[in-house]
Structure formats: C-alpha cells, structure tokens
C-alpha cells in the first residue's frame, strides 16, 4: 500500500519499485542464514559478530 502511494505522487518510480522488489530477496536469505547461524553459534559471540558487521557497514557508509 506505502509503495502504490509513493508512486502515485511520484516519489517513488517504477525503476525504484523495481529494485525495491529485488532487494527482498537477498533481505530474506540473510535473514535465513542469520538464523541458521544464531542457532549454531553462543549467543554472545554471535551479538558480537552481528555487532562488527553493523560497526564494519556503518564506518563504510560514513566514509562515503
């Protein structure tokens, strides 16, 4: 419902639409293989590693 408002006042174009849509799908497999993980891996380590990786992405965005 958001992205049919967002087209119709064109914030949103249909190539966004486009990549928005398939963006879902590598979304869904981290999400798959971060489960898989947790379930494998101390709870610790793995909010330690989680948090890393947060850390590693959001240095690489401020570095942008």
Same mark, same amino acid.
């Given at each position: 419902i958001l992205a049919i408002g967002l087209l119709q006042t064109g914030i949103?174009?249909?190539? +966004? +639409?486009? +990549?928005s849509v398939a963006a879902i799908v590598p979304a869904l497999i981290g999400v798959e293989l971060g489960n898989r993980a947790r379930g494998r891996i101390p709870a610790a380590q793995f909010r330690r590693i989680v948090l890393v990786a947060l850390s590693v992405v959001g240095a690489m965005l401020l570095m942008r």
């Open positions: 949103m174009t249909p190539e +966004l +639409l486009g +990549l």
